[in-house]
């Protein structure tokens, strides 16, 4: 499992993600009622700041393995 933190200042993951040594212990949970966006739309749009970039970078990687692409704005 890789993690990837925007980091920035007064951020309670990214004081952890700062602090963090390899051996540490992260819990992971979730997602709860988490929607699952289809990868199949004709057209997408997306939206967010820096601290969701790593999440957006991921997507826009699945997208491109894709065998017909969306138009991705």
């Known amino acids: 499992l890789a993690l990837d933190f925007y980091i920035h200042d007064g951020g309670v993951a990214s004081t952890w993600a700062m602090n963090a040594r390899e ?11 988490s929607l699952v966006v289809p990868e199949d739309y004709a057209y997408q749009v997306y939206v967010c700041d820096e601290s969701g970039m790593p999440a957006l970078r991921r997507r826009l990687e699945a997208i491109g393995r894709l065998a017909v692409r969306p138009n991705v704005t």
């Open 23 to 33: 051996g540490d212990k992260l819990t992971i949970g979730g997602p709860r009622g």
